[in-house]
């Protein structure tokens, strides 16, 4: 029994499963996650693994933030200090990460990814269900066919998934292979704008135009084709998606007459929350544990006409929330981030293609929700950052 479990193949299946479950379960990812950990330890060589994690430079992005993140709590109010608390363990979330890097083997890297994209293609099946009203599923309905998450993370799944498809697609040599990536890029970019969130549509042109360059580069060929969708998708989505039509429409209309009881009003209620906070305390910030109860206090003596801005859970803003929490240290620890990712040198083009569009989605995304901090957005980020840098190790081992 316990020479099965040391078999590496297991750990490996597991990944693939945990890989699956992420667009479709958050009890499953829990599950999985645990048991992906556990097994880590009990297949033993921890040394050596801990001596491979200390070796990637990209590690030290997380560590410190979460340092950044756990020294704040000296500033928390004690009476907060148990909600701060509560806020860092939510990075148990990214512990994958570092078991999918150090023990997944490199055949089972390109599993674990189409182990993703299956789970997206039930969720999106089922989405599709639900739009033409074959099913009904209690929170989503035909206008809003989100199955498995609130529809602003799932448009970031289904933007992330289309920019991986399109990847495929294009450096696929078999013409079957390109057709089938094709028809699911066709599906998944349909199914993006029938549904409500607008920040995965809007999300959509970035990891759009970073496929694209990333590809063929900056040539007239690329921009060319790049405009052309560009172009002709939105105008596509707005003529035949009803769902994303009258969301543009609103969109409009809160712009130019701004109500902070909006979900785009109420963002930039918090934002401007967060602009009077950071600049109250731009160096160290009011401590993790104080974040909200500073808004409402904020809220309730500039704002207080603004009571919609004052009942939401978190700033729809992680490099505000950072810079709330911990000032200038915790907004740069955040970018921090991103810029070592970027710094990850792989030659595989369609691994590092993988590695730009996921930087775009959680970057930009981050402009608008708790990318960094919601559980769905973390499990993905764990899994395909173990990913890109198991790839770099294989290709540096090699």
Not at 30 to 39: D, G, P, Y
Request: overall charge positive; some cysteine.
């Amino acid at each position: 029994m316990i020479k099965s479990i040391k078999d590496s193949n297991i750990l490996n299946y597991i990944i693939v499963l945990y890989a699956f479950c992420i667009p479709l379960s958050l009890d499953l990812i829990r599950i999985l996650a645990l048991l992906i950990i556990i097994l880590w330890f009990v297949q033993g060589e921890i040394k050596s693994k801990i001596a491979l994690i200390k070796k990637e430079p990209f590690f030290l992005s997380i560590g410190i933030l979460l340092l950044i993140l756990l020294i704040s709590l000296l500033w928390t109010d004690i009476d907060n200090l148990t909600f701060g608390i509560k806020y860092i363990k939510r990075y148990w979330y990214i512990l994958p990460m570092f078991v999918i890097y150090t023990s997944i083997d490199k055949k089972f890297i390109s599993i674990a990814l189409s182990g993703f994209i299956a789970g997206m293609f039930i969720s999106e099946l089922v989405s599709y269900s639900i739009f033409f009203e074959f099913i009904h599923i209690n929170g989503a309905n035909h206008k809003d066919p989100a199955p498995f998450m609130h529809h602003t993370l799932y448009s970031v799944f289904l933007v992330f998934t289309a920019g991986i498809l399109l990847n495929r697609m294009i450096t696929s040599e078999s013409i079957k292979h390109k057709v089938i990536y094709g028809i699911f890029f066709t599906t998944i970019t349909a199914n993006l704008f029938i549904n409500s969130g607008r920040t995965g549509q809007f999300l959509f042109l970035f990891v759009l135009v970073s496929v694209l360059i990333g590809h063929y580069k900056i040539t007239v060929r690329s921009l060319f084709i790049s405009l052309f969708l560009l172009l002709t998708i939105p105008y596509l989505a707005f003529t035949f998606s009803p769902n994303f039509k009258t969301r543009m429409i609103q969109t409009y209309t809160n712009i130019n007459k701004i109500s902070y009881s909006t979900p785009i009003g109420s963002r930039i209620g918090l934002n401007i929350v967060a602009k009077d906070i950071f600049l109250q305390n731009p160096i160290i910030g009011v401590g993790v544990g104080d974040y909200l109860s500073e808004k409402n206090k904020m809220v309730q003596q500039k704002y207080p006409d603004r009571k919609y801005v004052k009942k939401l859970v978190h700033y729809h803003n992680q490099y505000a929330e950072f810079a709330v929490i911990a000032g200038i240290f915790g907004l740069l620890a955040y970018i921090f981030i991103f810029i070592s990712l970027l710094k990850t040198s792989i030659t595989d083009r369609r691994m590092n293609t993988i590695l730009y569009i996921l930087v775009s989605t959680i970057a930009i995304s981050s402009l608008s929700d708790a990318m960094f901090h919601l559980n769905r957005p973390l499990s993905l980020f764990a899994l395909f950052v173990g990913l890109i840098l198991a790839w770099k190790k294989f290709e540096n081992t090699n």
